[in-house]
């Protein structure tokens, strides 16, 4: 069910072309609150305008940040407060829209079937001026893909490469585990400000990178073929969904990701989820994510790359290695503290979970360390193809 309500924007906060932030008043609400708008999807928006909101995430409690989305804009102001009032004349302004999407080629839909479907041009499809390129694509050819279980591993991992060789071509592969829209993402706007990403290819459901893709094979193929990535990395975008159980969450398409890198004749590496700063057990240490994701959905082998850490600290990830099966991982140590210099030196975004890196090191070190050994390996002509 979708929680409606509308709301008057009063205020826009920030204004990205795929992105705005905006507050928003609600009856019966005393304070202005905050919400997203998509403007490719729901049209212009400007102050005073009438929208209708998706209030779901911030009724239920959820992780949006406090966020309402925005679902449409209305035409004008609503006789009487009702979301019903305003859902008939949702998108007035989308006539806008669909005079720029008219001429716009693709035929692949995106959020399928929903009210929400969208319209991409898929790297694969005959309208793309790539689909000759994909349809001969078959191999990765010992390309090195970096996969890892959550968003905020991004920063750190493509800063661990760039401190590395900062001349190699890093693309991100989003999934659909977390966030679809890739503008819900600031790592992914900060790293490509400062030119560090070749390029960014959304798969599945996620939408909005410079190049769309149906699924994760044909992405990671585009991200070589396309962009000329020498390196891919492949995250979720914000956001994971966890249900308190071992199966129960999108983590666990890490191990899909190495099967996928490993079939199509790539080198996997991976960033476990670590933590010494989490209170959950479960996520102390390893993460029962990668480790359930590595011992029972990967059918492949991948370098799993730990941060070199004090003696104690150390000996505690050593310890939890027990747990994984040691047919599916070659264990790599790296360093790290390079690739967080560098993140540090360009201000790039340094959180996860609500925490900083002075807050939890070990998490943001191993995704640096990833980095750092796959670019490292790649110079050397280490990596075993």
């Given at each position: 069910?979708?929680?409606?309500t ?31 708008a998509?403007?490719?999807?729901c ?32 035409p ?7 979301a ?55 191999r ?12 905020s591993?991004?920063v750190p ?7 590395v ?34 390029g ?66 790539g080198?996997?590496y ?5 933590s ?26 991948t ?7 004090d ?36 201000t ?11 807050e939890?090191?070990a ?23």
């Open positions: 069910m979708i929680n409606r509308l709301g008057q924007v009063v205020a826009i906060l920030v204004a990205y072309p795929d992105l705005l932030k905006l507050l928003v008043t609600i009856e019966g609400e005393p304070e202005p609150q905050k919400a997203y998509f403007p490719k999807e049209g212009p928006l400007q102050v005073g305008d009438w929208v209708l909101l998706n209030t779901t995430a911030v009724d239920l409690g959820l992780g949006s940040g406090g966020y309402h989305f925005v679902i449409g804009s209305c004008l102001a609503p006789a009487q407060s009702t019903e009032h305003c859902a008939a004349g949702i998108n007035v302004a989308g006539d806008i829209v669909k005079e720029q999407k008219k001429a716009a080629p693709g035929h692949i839909m995106k959020l399928r079937y929903t009210p929400y479907q969208l319209k991409v041009c898929a790297v694969e499809e005959e309208d793309s001026p790539a689909h000759q390129q994909l349809k001969k694509a078959d990765l050819q010992g390309l090195p893909v970096i996969a890892g279980s959550l968003h591993m991004l991992c493509v800063c661990g490469i760039k401190a060789r900062e001349e190699l071509r890093v693309a991100y592969v989003m999934t659909d585990g977390g966030a679809l829209p890739l503008a819900m993402s600031e790592a992914v706007r900060s790293l490509r400000q400062m030119g560090l990403l070749c960014t290819i959304t798969v599945g459901h996620a939408y909005g990178g410079d190049l769309e893709a149906v699924n994760l094979y044909s992405g990671l193929l585009a991200a070589q073929v396309v962009l000329q990535a020498d390196v891919v990395v492949v995250l979720m975008g914000p956001g994971v969904v966890g249900t308190n159980t071992k199966w129960g969450t999108t983590a666990l398409e890490l191990g899909q990701i190495i099967n996928a890198v490993h079939a199509l004749g080198i996997p991976t960033i476990p989820r670590l010494l700063a989490d209170g959950r057990k479960r996520h102390h240490g390893i993460s029962h994510h990668t480790i359930t994701a590595l011992n029972e959905v990967s059918l492949a082998v370098r799993l790359v730990l941060p070199t850490l003696g104690p600290t150390k000996a505690y990830f050593q310890k939890q290695l027990q747990k994984l099966n040691p047919a599916k991982y070659r264990l790599v140590w790296g360093q790290g503290q390079a690739g967080i210099r560098l993140a540090q030196e360009l790039l975004p340094l959180a996860s979970m609500g925490r900083s890196y002075a939890d090191p998490f943001f070190l191993a995704a640096s360390a990833a980095g750092e050994v796959t670019a490292r390996e790649l110079t050397s002509g280490e990596i075993p193809v």
